[in-house]
């Protein structure tokens, strides 16, 4: 009895003194940001227009990290495990993507039918994704099922090295310059909000696909079959449903997700590599937590404010708080975004939404 | 094999070697080297020389091109000095000094390699030289501008160390010649320059931007950004803020493709005039789209008969006109190096060559007059040695390629 | 009834699961893709450059050839065999699988140099090239080419299938001889370095021709001479070992001492035997294993998947050279190596605790992403404009002096290996002494299962700090030996790949295993120096050899007893259950 109570205490006295820690962490953290924009925004360097423009983009980013960050939720929500490799499911779309586009540049419908050709270019990317989505499932991660969780993310490391030089081999590691679309250049304003072409389509695309995959979802068979298979495998099993059918369904969707994440990039950046997938993904997988992983909606919602924290932090806050060229540390502001979720709110904004762990 | 047995016989055969190379025999050498060493090359040996550019990367077309006329120089020897085979040693720069350190490191480890011609990128050269000039090495470079490595305003720069030399221009002169077309010509006040980090593109934009404000104009933000940075938006948002007419930025591919791609699209910039320098005179990067109407401040192609048939024999082995701007540099620089090794060799009558390296160094040091297909060559004190002659050029929409690009010279600076 | 088949599995063997010649088809299959994806990468062309034995054959044609033989051993190969069951008999089966396996593969090869012939694919696939095809036709027209790959790819299957009725008695030396024989000839730099500093010339010109081939003679021999060596002494491990067992306490010490004493001699004159770009070699593998051994204590033994390693490296290199070089520019004490050492260890110490603290209570995937986002933060910070006055930006840091005991000073790779062998022993010992301890075995109960750990007593916080911070303070000491080695510091050499590889080299190697490290550094870290035709495709393989790794021997090439243990319980209930399986299938076949 006084074991117990000697050891609760232990335990106690331990655990207050990397709370207060994390305290000291949370109100530091709190105090920069306020005082870093209070600063930023009273020295009136930038426009109004400029601070639009800087949030127009923000959200454009952080649709394509919504689109990857599907994949990385959904996978972890049913098996509780990171897919490294999906960074370089989205850079293999993206390559696709750019393969399609080059090819069709040089004929009649890309002037005469550019939409058209788009679709043409986006189904292939999304096709490619998918497939190497699959294959991973199939040959890397499924053989590994029910192993401590090293051995699997292990895997998918060397899956993620593996795809990562494959493609630099097969294709170059040059970057590949995306042709020109000349329907997507120039934009509109609404509201005051400058809005590119392509970050106008970008956006648009993005609800649209995650409007399909909620109604995926929530009201198909295989949907339900999937959210079943996200509760509790082994009952779901019981119940008659196809696990590993459905887990396959799992890794397709957030393939075909990411391939279209990797056209929409390659619109925007004009160009991709072979190593566009790495900070890709980490951020993606980023945006994943912050809004609540295992969360589909949560991912859109990760993804937006990601975006908008990375494009607005360094002219918000590092600026305010006298960081010279701060825009080179906007990665850093995205990596920290990720460090003071797991320490404020570790479940995410949305919620967390994971399968029971089986003892 | 058993762990006992197999630690004994690695013993064994270590005491071996061990008492093998202490009973070997000792070469009598008539020729006594210099303070630095010299290069002792046997009868029927190659004589080597190290050609250290950029061969991979998104620089890698500068690097290629250069190695390309070095093979050229060497062809024009009849593939050999003294009597004997050149071979050339290829090793890649990578355009960053970590390679630039160990690409060294290799060199010196290989006590037959004559000279080197080289690096690319400045960046590189600065902690190579750190290696090479202790070791004794000479090394002369094609297309090193960074004003680090030699001189800056008549003193001994920072960088600077014994064994340097160039046939490049020091970019003190490009970036006045950048500076005066962007003043007087254009008639633009404010001006903001973007660098990447790299010495070259840091000295360069710092030389722009003295001669800048010494003419009278004013420079409203110097920054810089990352080479693999894609996101532009913030650094030229900041830019616009600073309200800029025209930007500099004197960088290499891929985040010179960014900056011109997304200065459009940054409210404050749609007007501004784009510049780079001849980190981007490259195929791959004028055939871009949102580089039409750039200017590019650069070396001035050569000219003259002798050039022209320099052209015809690289299309000839190598399938297409030279794809960057410093071919004709990297020319001259071996031709330099070859001419003091035949200067400073002491040849033996069976044919063994001796090249003492710092004589060698000496007679680079001293080239003077010497007719290069990019002027007369003459080294000064700090290893300047180019005739320099610095272009503006501009990337119109019928001039999409390379060759058209340059040929459209728009101002011309020769100090 | 249940009776009746109890009776059967005591008495009776079940039938042999024998070699499946559907399965040789997938086998052959899978064999022509990687054939197809080995040439369109582009390994092919490179390795072909480079000889390997004097004769018409390239080391690309070679690497291809070697395809269908792998995959026939792999085809021929019987499906393992579980207890109760019947040996299944090796005969002309397993040759023929070997050989369908091999004749699929030049199928597909075949196919695909059709393809390739018709189409010109080089805008997209940048490798497929004329000088591919001609490789792959060994240089005769379509069809005869074609042909002689399927007739050679036929045979060598079959010869594949053949090695597997060789028993394992034979098939290990048989193995190890031809993989020496193709190291000679891969290392031919290495090894005639060797030989010319041994002053044995004549052996050198013996073994190689001018071009840096192996002689065939000389290959065919030390290929023989291997093999039956290798037969002799198959046994001798074990009677070694058992001898070395059966020696009393006292005397089995002894032999431990004079081996290790041994080991250091040879480690003592080393350097001068392999001359200094070879020692240089080393000296990279040297700060590696260092590193890994590091790691080893944070993923290995204390199970916290640190994936941003390398920001504990950049803080010693950076540190370092703020400390020691006169070009460090804001603050520059040029304190010399060893009075800097100590303000390395409490910067590493700090670090340490900074990446330690915030991850605490996170999960151990979440733990992995986050330690990944430091690693890259410390990146980005070292080479940011904010910081450059300390760090140097983009440039770095120059002039980094050596170390220096009084008068010596250890420069140049030979005397610099001394340094780097000094670190690691120690580093070594450490990770040796912390196993066993208190501390140690705390953090193995913390790998087991966390909640389990804490409830028994393990203060997991301490236990996790503690972790970080040795782990930390080695990495400083690798990253500080680095910055020396290197003479300057620049944020790109601190990147991600850096972590990856070190990670690779314990898992690989063999988690929580000294030796494994060691022998993981070799194989990863100085192999691929000496290859340069490698070093293009070296991240590639190592991602396909970590998969392939995790798929079959998780536990690394030369595992810690334990780690095996852990990560294969699951086939021993499998056993169990593919046996029931069997029975139950065999009963119902037989009728009940």
New interface residues.
Partial sequence: MAETVGLKARRAGRLSGVDAFLWLVRVVALVAVAWGSYKSISSGRLTAAQWRGLIVAGVSQGAVYALVALGYTMVYGVLRFINFAHGEVFMAGSMMGFFVADGLSGTAMWTSLPYVALLIALLAAMATSTSISLVLERVAYRPLRGLPRLVPFITAVGASFFLQYTFAGLFGADSKAYPPVEVLKGGFTIVGFRFGRTQTLVIVATIVMMIGLYLFVERTKAGRAIRAVSEDQEMASLMGINVDRSIALVFAVGGAMAGAGGLLYGLTFGQVDFLSGFTVGIKAFTASVLGGIGNPVGAMVGGLVLGLIESLGPSLVLFGLGVPSAHQLQDVVAFLALVMILIFRPTGILGERLAEERA | MSKPRWLVSIALFGALALVAAACGEEEAAEFQPGPLGAVTVEPGAPIKIAVFESLSGDTASLGEDQLRAVQIAVDDKGGELLGHPIEIVELDDGCAAEQGTTGAQRIVADPQIGGVIGTSCSGAAIPAMEILSEEGFTMISGSNTSPLLTSIAGEEATAHLPGYFRVAHNDEIQGAAAANFVFSELGVTKAATIHDGDPYTEGLATAFGASFEELGGEVVLATSVGVDQKDMKPVLTEVAAAGAELVYFPIFQPAGDFIAAQAKEVAGLEAAVLMGADGLLSDTYVELPQTEGMYFSGPASPTGSDYAEFVGKYEAQFGEKPIQAFHAHAYDAANVLFAAIEEVAVQEDDGTVHIDREELRNAVAATSGFQGLTGTITCDEFGDCADPKIDVVQNTEAEKTIDQVRANVLYTFEP | MAEAVQTDLREELLPAREVDLRRSVRVGLLGGLTAV?IS????VQSFDEAGLVVGPLSFGDLLLLAVPFVFGVLAGHPPPVLTGFAEPTSGARNVIAGGVAGLLTGVVIGVFVALVDTFDVRD????ISPELLDILTYGQTLAVGILIGLVADVILGLAGGASQLLGERWRRPLFWALLVVVMLGVLEALVSQ?LR????DRVQDALYAPTGELRLPSAIAIGLGLFGLGLW?RD??R???QRIGAMEAERRRL?TA??LV??V??LG??P??LG??LT?VLNIAGIFLLMALGLNIVVGLA?L?D?GYVAFFAVGAYTTAVLTSPASQAFSPELSFWVALPLVMLAAVAAGLLVG??V???R???L???T???G??AR??F????LKPTFG????I??IPDIAIGPIEFRGPELFFYAILAFALLAGYMVYALQDSRIGRAWMAMREDESVA?AM?V?T??AKLWAFVIGAMLASFGGALFAVK???V?P??FN?IVS?TV?III?IGGMASIPGVIVGALILVALPELLREFQ??R??L??????V???RR?EGLIPSRRRAR??HE?EVVQDARLRAQAAEASATASGE
């Fill in positions: 994806f369109a990468v582009g390994m997209i696939f940048t490798r060797i500093g041994a002053r044995l002494l001798q491990p009677a070694v070992r032999v004079g081996a041994a080991l001699a040879v004159i080393l001068w035997v200094p770009f240089e199970g998947l994936l603290t915030p605490l209570r996170m151990g995937d979440y992995a992403i986050v990944l986002g430091f890259e933060i980005i910070l080479l940011s404009d904010a930006g983009a440039q770095g120059l002039k804490e007593g203060n916080v301490a290197v003479g300057s620049f790109s050499s991600v990856f990670l898992i293009e495709f991240f590639l190592y991602g396909a050899l970590l998969i790794m995790m798929l998780p852990e990560l699951e």
